[in-house]
């Protein structure tokens, strides 16, 4: 119980972060990637906020041999390789990211605006990664 | 540069980043959003309640945000089609991809992590380019 009351502290901090910096704003992160036009470069700062939080508290946390509630930090191997798969699904990522301006984070902070796009959008990104569970069984 | 915004962005990453040390300080979990909501959907995998209280924590602090704190209205430009369109393009290319921008571009990139690296270039390049061709060649702005 205590894992999941961890989560859902962290997860209010990462709805607050989201909002606050408005990425769950659709149309300024069109502006932010749209550098030939109109260009609002403010969403840089989020990830330089966010990379340089997040570098430096996990220099300690990973001092650590294992986190507070759990006998192991659950990490991928750093040092796998870079197949067709990772750039394949970058490629459509982007592509599909460049369309809307919606990533996966961003459009679970935008239902607080009370519209219904956040909602279709979500609807269609679950029936993207069902395509992708289905396409993986046939294999 | 009329919409610049530095100041919020920077405290909103800042808090993005804090959200994320702690979940890995904590639980010893990435904060990938895709992965999290696939996992929801994973119904034999017990291990799960994590990522839904994470996941009603983000849009619950959201939600209450929005009601109480002043905030530049959201806008939305693109048609119903292209939002399904992009929707389904998201959800499969970060299972294919393992991860989207908070998994790559924000806790892969602070590991130092190769494959986190790349990809975060590539869907950078590629959203800015589907920008570019979206926005200036084909001149959908709606």
Not at chain 2, 112 to 130: E, G, Q
Request: proline share 3%.
């Amino acid at each position: 119980m205590t894992k999941n009351f961890a989560a859902l502290f962290c997860g209010i901090l990462f709805g607050l972060g989201l909002t606050i910096s408005q990425m769950s704003n659709p149309d300024k992160v069109l502006s932010f990637l749209d550098i030939s036009g109109n260009w609002d470069p403010s969403l840089a700062f989020v990830m330089a906020g966010a990379l340089m939080t997040l570098g430096a508290l996990q220099h300690f946390i990973f001092k650590r041999e294992k986190p507070i509630y759990d006998s192991q930090f659950h990490l991928p191997n750093k040092n796998n390789g870079i197949d067709k798969r990772l750039i394949l699904g970058a490629i459509i990522f982007g592509f599909g990211w460049g369309i809307s301006g919606f990533c996966p984070g961003a459009v679970l902070a935008a239902f607080g605006d009370g519209r219904i796009e956040p909602f279709l959008f979500t609807l269609s990104l679950g029936a993207g990664m069902m395509l992708f569970r289905l396409l993986q069984k046939e294999k | 540069m009329e919409n610049f915004t530095p100041y919020s962005a920077f405290l909103g990453g800042s808090l993005i980043g804090l959200a994320a040390a702690l979940l890995m300080y904590f639980n010893g979990r990435i904060a990938g959003i895709s992965g999290m909501i696939a996992g929801v959907f994973d119904v034999k995998n017990h291990e799960n309640h994590w990522r839904l209280f994470f996941l009603g924590g983000l849009i619950l602090a959201a939600m209450i945000f929005n009601l109480f704190a002043p905030h530049s209205p959201v806008t939305y430009s693109r048609s119903t089609f292209l939002l399904i369109i992009s929707g389904i393009l998201v959800g499969y290319g970060t299972r294919l991809g393992s991860g989207c921008t908070s998994g790559h571009a924000v806790c892969g990139m602070a590991r130092l992590s190769k494959r986190s690296i790349v990809a975060t270039l590539i869907f950078m390049s590629v959203a800015i380019l589907t920008v570019f061709i979206t926005r200036h060649l084909l001149g959908i702005s709606s």
